[in-house]
């Protein structure tokens, strides 16, 4: 079954301590994507990454890096949380996208992060 | 900056209305708009992807149109159903394909 995993589904942490979510995808898909999701602000694009060791900041990437070196799996590394992560996080991957594809973004069940 | 709005932010109607959902963006330049539809806790699922150079695409009871020119997609829902009760979001992809932009959603419930 064509799905995209993230782990975990739910996290408390304390500001400071370094995590990451874990994203992987099994279709072969060459984009990734994070984003957050907030009351009021809807789903934002932190990073994206095109294709294995090619990675580029969304609208907003501060405060979160990501890493790319394998085409399955794309973790969201925070290196050193604060409250104001406390956000809904959501993990998407598709083919490349081009005006001649139809390849639909493919969304993971989300990873809810607290951070004390 | 590609802006994407969703008109109405709530919708409530009673079992077997149609019902059309409204997102505007303010970008023409696009690869694609797709709707998705997010329940309670849940993720996204996505619903109907339409590419910049289609004018619709219909799923079921669902259509979907495009007019880029004027920065619009309207999602038709027929004969809407207690099950369709959840939220509702547009998403565009940017020209570069590697950026995408979502609406806040219009949340609707289908009353029985």
């Known amino acids: 079954e064509a799905q995209v995993t993230q782990n975990p589904r739910y996290l408390i942490t304390v500001t400071g301590k370094k995590l990451t979510v874990t994203c992987s995808q099994n279709?072969?898909?060459?984009?990734m994507s994070w984003y957050r999701q907030d009351p009021g602000l809807g789903l934002r694009q932190i990073y994206y990454?095109?294709?294995?060791?090619?990675?580029d900041k969304g609208d907003v990437p501060e405060g979160y890096k990501v890493s790319r070196k394998e085409k399955r799996n794309f973790p969201l590394i925070l290196e050193s949380p604060s409250p104001n992560q406390t956000s809904l996080y959501f993990c998407?991957?598709?083919?490349?996208?081009?005006?001649?594809?139809?390849?639909?973004?493919?969304f993971g069940s989300g990873t809810q992060l607290s951070v004390l | 900056k590609q802006e994407v709005t969703q008109i109405p932010a709530a919708l409530s109607v009673p079992e077997g209305e149609n019902l059309v959902l409204n997102c505007s963006f303010t970008?023409?330049?696009?690869?694609?708009l797709q709707w998705f539809r997010q329940d309670p806790g849940k993720g996204l699922t996505s619903l109907l992807l339409?590419?910049?150079?289609?004018r619709e695409q219909t799923s079921g009871r669902l259509n979907a149109s495009l007019d880029k020119s004027s920065g619009r997609s309207t999602l038709y829902i027929a004969a809407s159903q207690p099950g369709d009760s959840a939220t509702y979001l547009c998403?565009?992809?940017?020209?570069?394909?590697?950026?995408?932009?979502f609406g806040d959603g219009t949340t609707l419930t289908v009353k029985p």
């Open positions: 998407a991957s598709s083919y490349r996208a081009d005006p001649f594809t139809n390849e639909k973004l493919l």
């Open positions: 279709m072969n898909h060459e984009y």
């Open positions: 990454s095109m294709n294995v060791e090619v990675t």
């Open positions: 970008d023409s330049a696009i690869y694609n």
């Open positions: 339409i590419q910049s150079s289609q």
């Open positions: 998403a565009v992809r940017r020209t570069n394909a590697g950026k995408s932009t």
